[in-house]
Every structure is written in structure tokens, then in C-alpha cells.
């Protein structure tokens, strides 16, 4: 038995996995089982597994992008699907507490690249964001929507739209924010500009969006000029740390939808003590980002070389942890649990479909990479430890009302 094989054959109880070697010889793992995934990969030479297993994550990437592991029955996504669903988060047994060699390791790796100064953020930001808007376009839902969306099956049903869902995200970020005409908002990381535009076309309000992307500035102010409404939503290419020594108290609400994956652990303290000076004494915020519903962790190889580099998905208590040291008063958080695995294989389903597109457009090792993401994530959030968190913020107690039933009222006024 190979050494993948073993590995293979100690995480794989549920669906199987046929690997071919590159001198033709099989091995095989794992039991057929209803909603797990029977997969067949080819090694196409023998250096495959070496790099595999130098760093699982990375080396399986990489080989898979260049052509060299190969994936003969099923796809990229029920190969990750197979692996995380047999190792999944709530796989159950007896806790115990991490070795003090992984709490070290935990805490430190990564955390010079997540460091994430004034200077390096906006050249992080451009490896994913300025690489082009056709990409974009072509598995995005119609409002350029790149973030987890809203899935309520049970209002529309199950073959609710992708275009759908990410509407009931902006009514369900809208109603939290509890807006009122005239009050100014900022958007903090506005992306192509689409939930700035929805909050002052729904609501009167005015909106400030900035990003550190060229190509989303170009775009965003684009879509206000169309819509007649560039002196009531405006764009600029700004880091949220230049704005705070700018605009002090000049906000009523701050949204935030995506961002605060790119801030880094060293810098959340400053995103908060920031977001905090934006506001009015009487503001609210709502941050709307990717989470662990484990503790603090690492940015996996793969991640930080090819997809956001810089980037880390923060805990729960560590966020929280930053936004208490200023008086931000955590007044709602909700676990959106399984709405990106929903989100994901949508964009997975559309980025195949255009698979000729974006060679066209990049080359087949670019196309093989991004559907690897899309896919690695999508395990991540079906079976990982990743979520979505949406949590409100008040400067003041009294600022809201005291029970929620004012965001479901507001929700159903917005999507009616």
C-alpha cells in the first residue's frame, strides 16, 4: 500500500476513492454510501504524491492545476466533498484539550502575513479583486453579489434563484440596520457598489462606499452614474483607516458585508476603534463576515498563496474580543450556518458552466484553481468549521428597539 494509501485509508469510512497510479497500478477505499460520493483519481506521475503530502492542502491544489491529479469519475468538488465529509465538524466522540505544540501553532502561523498595513492591504486586495470584473460576471449573480446569500427556502421554495437569495441578503442586512431618510451610511469594503445602491434605492438614505479596489471603483461609480444617483451614492477608493482620521462622527450606520476577512488578527482592534469613530453617538453597525465556529485558527497554504492573500477568517470570540475593548455593544448576532455552502455551489455550478469563458479569458491552470477554491470552500462550510456571522453593533442601548420583531417586519416590507 502506498503512502497516500494509508492516509487514505484512515480518513475514508463513508463513499470510496480509486486511485491510479502512474505506473497503472489501483487502490481502493472506503464503502459506497448513500450521500457520499464515489470518486477515481489519476496520479499522472510519481511525484504527485510527495507533494501531496508535504502539505495536503497546497500539494492537491497545485497538482491538480497542473494536470497532474487527475479526477477520472465525479469532480473537484465531490473529491473535496468525500475528504471533509468523513472528517466533518460535528463528527462527534470525546473532546479533549489541544496539545500545547497546536496552540502554538495556532497562534503564530500566519500572523505575519496577516499583519496587513496601510500599504500591503491594498496590494492584497488587488490580487483578488482587480484580476479583471469579466470573471466575476460570468458566476455572480446579476447585482455582482460576492459574499454569502440569504437562502429561505421555505418562503420560495426550493429552487429559489441565486438572483433571489442575494436580495433577501441586502433586505436582511437593511432591516437590521433599522434605517431611517436622511441618515448618511457607510459601506465599508462596497464591492461593485450593489448594496450601497439597494440601501439608498430602498430607503432614501445617502451612502459612502469604499474599497481598495480599482476595478470595483470603476464599476460601483459606473452603476451610480446609470442610475441618476452619483450625488447620493458615492464611491471612493479610501482605507477605512484613512477615512476615520477624516470623517469622525460623520455616519448613522456603518455596514459591512465581506471585508473583515481581509483586515487581519494584528489590525482588528484598529478596525473597531475606526468603525466606532465613523459612527454618530447614537449609530449601528452590521458586520456581515465569514467565521469559525471553532476558535481562533490558521490561513491554510493554498488560501494565503493564490486566493486572499493576507486574508483570515476570525472566531467569533476574537471578534468580539476586539469590537468590547471600544464600547461597541454587540445588541444581535445570528450564525448564518449552511447559506454559503448554498451560495458557493451556486457560483461552483456557474463557474463550470463557463469553464471555456474563463480559459479564454485567463488559461486552464487559472480555471482548474478557482474551481478548486470554490470547491475547497464549499466543503468547508457543508462540512468544516466555517459560517457566516451577522453581528449588530450600537454605540447606544437605547438606539433600538428592544425586541427583534422590528427586523422581521422591516424584512418583509423590503422583499414584499
Not at 486511485?19 to 506521475?45: K, Q, W
Request: net charge neutral; with cysteine.
Amino acid at each position: 500500500m502506498s503512502i497516500l494509501g494509508r492516509f487514505l485509508q484512515s480518513v475514508i469510512e463513508k463513499g470510496s476513492i480509486r486511485v491510479t497510479h502512474f505506473d497503472g497500478s489501483t487502490e481502493s477505499f472506503g464503502t459506497p454510501a448513500e450521500g457520499y460520493p464515489d470518486i477515481g483519481i489519476r496520479l499522472a506521475d510519481k511525484r504527485v504524491i510527495r507533494q501531496i503530502l508535504l502539505d495536503p492542502r497546497l500539494g492537491a491544489a497545485e497538482t491538480f492545476m497542473d494536470g497532474r491529479l487527475i479526477v477520472e469519475q465525479g469532480d473537484i468538488m465531490e473529491l473535496v466533498q468525500l475528504l471533509r465529509a468523513n472528517r466533518s465538524f460535528e463528527r462527534g466522540g470525546k473532546l479533549k484539550e489541544p496539545g500545547i505544540f497546536k496552540k502554538f501553532r495556532d497562534h503564530a502561523a500566519g500572523n505575519l502575513d496577516r499583519i496587513n498595513l496601510l500599504g500591503r492591504s491594498k496590494s492584497n486586495v488587488a490580487h483578488h479583486y482587480d484580476i479583471g470584473n469579466d470573471l466575476y460576471d460570468l458566476f455572480l449573480d446579476d447585482d455582482l453579489q460576492y459574499s454569502c446569500a440569504y437562502w429561505d427556502f421555505d418562503q420560495h421554495g426550493p429552487n429559489m434563484t441565486l438572483e433571489q437569495a442575494q436580495a433577501d441578503k441586502k433586505a436582511h442586512i437593511a432591516a437590521k440596520l433599522d434605517l431611517k431618510p436622511g441618515q448618511r451610511v457607510l459601506d465599508v469594503g462596497c464591492g461593485w457598489g450593489g448594496m450601497a445602491l439597494y440601501l439608498h434605492h430602498q430607503t432614501g438614505v445617502e451612502v459612502l462606499g469604499i474599497t481598495l479596489s480599482e476595478e470595483q471603483l470603476k464599476k460601483a461609480r459606473e452603476r451610480a452614474e446609470k442610475a441618476g444617483v452619483s450625488d447620493k451614492v458615492k464611491f471612493e477608493l479610501i482605507d477605512y483607516r484613512d477615512l476615520a482620521q477624516r470623517e469622525a462622527g460623520a455616519f448613522d450606520r456603518i455596514v459591512s458585508v465581506g471585508m473583515f476577512e481581509h483586515v487581519g488578527t494584528p489590525q482588528f482592534r484598529t478596525f473597531f476603534r475606526c468603525c466606532a469613530n465613523l459612527m454618530t453617538d447614537d449609530g449601528v453597525m452590521l458586520l456581515h463576515t465569514i467565521g469559525r465556529m471553532g476558535g481562533p485558527g490558521t490561513t491554510d497554504a493554498f488560501t494565503r498563496k493564490y486566493i486572499f492573500p493576507g486574508g483570515y477568517i476570525p472566531a467569533l470570540s476574537e471578534t468580539l474580543a476586539a469590537s468590547e475593548q471600544y464600547r461597541l455593544i454587540a445588541t444581535d448576532v445570528e450564525n448564518l450556518r449552511l447559506h454559503y455552502a448554498f451560495t458557493l455551489r451556486e457560483w461552483y455550478k456557474r463557474t463550470v458552466h463557463n469553464r471555456e469563458k474563463i480559459i479564454a479569458l485567463y488559461d486552464e491552470r487559472f480555471c482548474r484553481m478557482w474551481t478548486f477554491y470554490l470547491a475547497g470552500a464549499t466543503a468547508a462550510f457543508e462540512n468544516g468549521g466555517m459560517c457566516n456571522y451577522q453581528i449588530q453593533f450600537s454605540r447606544n442601548r437605547r438606539t433600538l428597539p428592544i425586541t427583534r420583531d422590528y427586523i422581521a417586519a422591516a424584512e418583509k416590507g423590503l422583499i414584499g
